[in-house]
């Protein structure tokens, strides 16, 4: 018990001495802070994610419309088999993907932090106190993903 006492005398900055209540109280405090930035961290994480992935398809269609030409003409030419033809459609689109998932975040970033921008939601995280590097710390655990 002695840890929680000094850890909350350290936490508080106050020099007096404590009682175990006031100690508890300091930790849960504590916890409830660290608690609430996991929280915003997942909740910035979740903004991202939907306009991710909107983003993502909308950039696939772009793509594979560019090439659709292309593959009605194997079908119409050539007379290749569509079985063939839809093989062919899905290795396209995984070829796509180191054009489509950068853009696609960086699309989603920008609709996420316009979003929270416009609502006030950034001004209110840091009135909370939160830095923003301490904002951007989700937008780099989603990157290096």
Known sequence: MKWIVEKARRVSGKMNAFTLEEAIKSMKRCLVTINSRRRLSFYIASEIAGPFALACTFFLLVFFMLQ??????????????????????????????HYVLPSAFLASLVIAFNRLSSEGELV????????????????????AL
Do not use: D
Not at 130 to 138: F, H, Q, V
């Open 124 to 143: 209110a995280m840091q009135a909370l106190g939160l830095s923003p590097g301490r904002i951007l710390i989700p937008c780099l655990a989603l990157a």
């Open 68 to 97: 659709a030409l292309r593959l009605v003409q194997l079908v119409l030419v050539s007379r290749i088999p569509l079985e063939t033809v839809l093989k062919i459609s899905a290795c396209m689109l995984l070829s796509f993907s």
